[in-house]
Nanobody
Framework: QVQLQESGGELVQAGGSLRLSCVGF????????MGWFRRAPGKEREFVGS????????LYADSVKDRFTINRDNAKNTIYLQLTDLSPEDTAVYYC?????????????????WGLGTQVTVSS
């Protein structure tokens, strides 16, 4: 049925890069803003970034601004998170989510579909 599935997380060295993908199944998400969140061990869930339904605007947390980039391919029902210049503090499970509206948002209560997450581990 309807689900989001993340992939691409792995173990990388500090300073390295990754690209995470999130594919939607069961319905199209081309009318929805999409977001990325992360949760590190022992910490609360943290907003990472969000992109509008057409990809024309984005919103990022200050902690990842200028290092992470969100884009999307609505023809493939997929969003991406490009992570660069990684550091150990980026180690977390990364989740994608679909918003009920079309505008980007940092607030998780507006997202009504969530993936199960993909693990990113950055070694020093």
């Amino acid at each position: 049925q309807v689900q989001l599935q993340e992939s691409g997380g792995e173990l990388v060295q500090a300073g390295g890069s990754l690209r995470l993908s999130c594919v939607g199944f069961g319905r199209t998400f081309s009318g929805n803003a999409m977001g990325w969140f992360r949760r590190a061990p022992g910490k609360e869930r943290e907003f990472v970034g969000s992109i509008s339904s057409k990809g024309m605007s984005t919103l990022y947390a200050d902690s990842v601004k200028d290092r992470f980039t969100i884009n999307r391919d609505n023809a493939k029902n997929t969003i991406y998170l490009q992570l660069t210049d990684l550091s150990p503090e980026d180690t977390a499970v990364y989740y994608c989510a679909a918003h009920r509206g079309s505008a980007p948002s940092r607030f998780p209560d507006g997202y009504n579909y969530w993936g199960l997450g993909t693990q990113v581990t950055v070694s020093s």
